[in-house]
């Protein structure tokens, strides 16, 4: 497999099924998140409850951040807004402006960042060229 489209986790897990101690234990101190089939489904605007009790569990041990290819900057940030989470939409990943953007704007180093995604050829692409963890949800 290419090393572009190498997984450092495939969880084969639903983001709220992800042990935030396993992530401790690989000093990842930084989360990149994608949105659409990542927290909810493409089709709602509805976050499940799992979901925002495990995000509101993640932002007490880590810097939490979204990052979505979707280009409605209303959608994603409703649901920014909920979860009270800064955002980037309209990404485009796999290309890398927009993800070493927000990665430039947390200030923190790229070997304790992860991106957590449902997509090989955006999110964990993304995240192999920005030379960050990526996990497959």
Same mark, same amino acid.
């Given at each position: 497999?290419?090393?572009? %489209?190498?997984? +450092? *986790? /495939? ?14 234990? +690989?000093? $990842?101190?930084? %989360?990149?998140?994608?949105? /659409?089939?990542? %927290?909810? #489904? =493409? ?10 009790? *495990? ?5 007490? $041990? ?6 979505? +290819?979707?280009?409605?900057?209303? =959608? ?13 939409? #309209?990404?485009?990943?796999? =290309? ?18 992860? $991106?957590?995604? /449902?997509?090989?050829?955006? /999110? ?6 920005? #030379?960050?963890?990526? $996990?497959?949800?």
């Amino acid at each position: 497999m290419s090393s572009i %489209l190498k997984v +450092n *986790w /495939d969880s084969n897990l639903p983001i709220y099924a992800i042990s935030q101690s396993e992530l401790q234990k +690989n000093e $990842i101190h930084t %989360l990149l998140i994608d949105v /659409d089939g990542t %927290l909810l #489904n =493409r089709k709602s605007n509805m976050i499940p409850k799992a979901v925002k009790d *495990w995000i509101r569990e993640s932002k007490e $041990i880590f810097s939490l951040y979204l990052i979505s +290819n979707n280009p409605s900057k209303k =959608r994603i940030a409703k649901i920014a807004k909920e979860l009270n989470l800064r955002y980037k939409y #309209n990404a485009s990943k796999p =290309r890398k402006k927009v993800t070493f953007s927000a990665i430039k704007e947390l200030g923190i180093e790229q070997k304790k960042i992860a $991106i957590i995604g /449902d997509r090989i050829f955006t /999110d964990i692409i993304v995240g192999n060229r920005c #030379n960050i963890k990526t $996990i497959l949800v």
